[in-house]
């Protein structure tokens, strides 16, 4: 096993490491709970020991008291400003979680290059419309709102808190109905999807995603091109499995820092470079 699948594995294992709430059949709601994580991971997991900043962002918006998260906000900024998407290739339950499914043996289906560039910013306008303006806006009579995105698109939601919820509890499966349907839709519609193209949940739908990716330009944790060195040879292109022209941009919002184009650049012309 490589040092990032390593990395996702311990990661994962961190994030989720309340045994005892699969056994209680609840979720953990001790002091740790609320601080976050960096990675995309439900808050209803019995596993897990932290919030999801999402799901956070989402509730604090979406709550009578405050309009704006200093503290949330603060969190995953800082995040993207040290990291970038690092978090993403390297700390994230669910990445992982596609990483595996690509590693199923089957046909892999390059997306078009045309198709690619339009549906990236899909994640985008999720992350404005169903973290922000709905939780913001959309709200009842008490000035509350439930949180979108994780209600009715997460499928980490679903994997992570509903189905283990649901299987533990006879209660829930008593209850369930269309929400639960098109939840299931949705993460078996990923699922399958992940097992042909790499990571589609990260390209275009996951709003964490879209959040750090802002910050890839900027972040501490870059990739460097040595022009001297390189010889456009485009092995690291053909690597990629984000579809990104890692020499025109190396710091692309869309790339997760995977390094697997680090690895297969023969004259090592990509190196990682860290600056505060």
Known sequence: MDKRGLCQIIATIITNANINGFFEKNIYKGSIKKVCVPGLNCYSCPGAIGSCPIGSLQA????????????????????????????????????????????????????????????????YVILLIFVILLPMFLVNEFGMSPPYFCEYICPVGTLEGGIPLVLLNRSLRETIGFLFGWKMFI????????????????????PLGAFYGLFNPISFYKF?????????????????????????????????????????????????????
């Open 187 to 206: 993460l078996l519609s990923i699922t399958i999807g992940s097992i042909f193209v790499y990571r589609p949940f990260c390209r275009y739908i996951c």
């Open 60 to 123: 604090v918006i979406g709550s009578m008291k405050y309009n704006v998260s200093l503290y949330i906000t603060g969190f995953i900024s800082l995040m993207g400003i040290i990291f970038g998407r690092f978090i993403c290739g390297w700390l994230c339950p669910f990445g992982f979680f596609q990483d595996l499914l690509y590693k199923i043996p089957s046909k892999k289906i390059k997306v078009d290059e045309r198709i690619n560039n339009v549906l990236k910013y899909s994640k």
């Open 224 to 276: 460097k091109i040595d022009k001297n060195m390189c010889t456009n040879c485009n092995a690291c292109i053909k690597k990629c499995k984000m579809n990104i022209e890692i020499p025109k941009n190396p710091n692309s919002m869309d790339c997760i820092r995977c390094g697997d184009c680090i690895e297969v650049c023969p004259t090592k012309a990509i190196k990682k470079e860290i600056k505060a």
